[in-house]
């Protein structure tokens, strides 16, 4: 998407590494923007949270997850939109359309955040509690890294079906599950950058603080899509939906536009 232009590419799009840094030197300023807004709705949850840690208290910090799941679901939900809007080179102003994505997804964005913030709280508490304990056995760090990696695969999923979809959540939930293994080497892949991220990210706070400001979620959550959009693509076919809705709309406006003449 060239998010503030409204003029289409005709080139063949660039793949891999050109393809990242081609999003980023025409998209850049709408995915940071989204990213910050992403920031600041996860921020009074992710507060509780972390007191919740500092405090001791296993409950607030699976509180304070559900809280930044739920507030911060429609501004991930948001950002999710404008990098998707970028993947398919969709043109239109970043604005306009990230608020009319906001309002059209933030219900159905609540339960799948409040569900991400709970895996989030709880999994920070348990690590953190394993890592308190001094005598957690080899197997059980095995087990507590593989079931992160697959609810991070599982949710990637998830969350990316959410402004593409008005599904019932279980048809979601089932749908990633049924991605989640139909192209596995892409959840692998997108399931090792988020969880080496955030996991860098949460590992060395307060010294990344900077990093999450300046990358935010929009910089792993934009690697993570451009590795399962493919997936998205051939199970949706979006582009090809969205251009007949598009080709549908212009020719709906030509028919208004055009003259009328009395017989």
């Known amino acids: 998407m060239s998010n503030e232009t409204n003029e289409t590419p005709v080139q063949g799009r660039k793949v891999g590494i050109a393809r990242f840094f081609e999003l980023l030197g025409r998209d850049l300023w709408p995915l940071y923007k989204s990213g910050i807004l992403c920031v600041l709705g996860f921020l009074p949850g992710t507060a509780l949270a972390v007191f919740g840690m500092m405090a001791g208290s296993a409950l607030l910090t699976v509180v304070g997850g559900v809280v930044g799941g739920l507030v911060g679901g429609p501004f991930l939900s948001g950002m999710i939109d404008t990098v998707l809007r970028a993947l398919r080179d969709e043109p239109g102003y970043w604005w306009n359309t990230y608020k009319r994505a906001w309002k059209q997804n933030w219900r159905q964005s609540l339960v799948p955040g409040a569900l991400l913030g709970l895996f989030v709280g709880s999994w920070a508490w348990m690590l953190r509690a394993q890592a308190e304990s001094g005598n957690t056995s080899t197997a059980l760090w095995v087990a507590s890294f593989a079931g992160i990696f ?40 997108a399931a090792l950058v988020l969880a080496l ?67």
């Open 150 to 189: 697959v609810c991070t695969g599982f949710f990637t999923w998830l969350l990316a079906q959410v402004p593409l979809v008005d599904l019932p959540l279980a048809q979601i939930a089932k749908n990633a599950g049924l991605m989640f293994f139909g192209f596995f080497p892409r959840t692998a892949a």
């Open 197 to 263: 991220y955030w996991g860098a990210t949460l590992l060395y706070l307060p010294a990344t603080i900077l990093t999450i400001l300046a990358f935010g979620f929009w910089l792993p959550v934009t690697i993570a899509l451009m590795i399962v959009y493919p997936g998205l693509e051939k199970v949706f076919k979006l582009e090809e939906t969205i251009n007949a809705r598009r080709a549908a709309e212009i020719e709906e406006r030509m028919a208004q536009n055009q003259p009328k003449f009395d017989q």
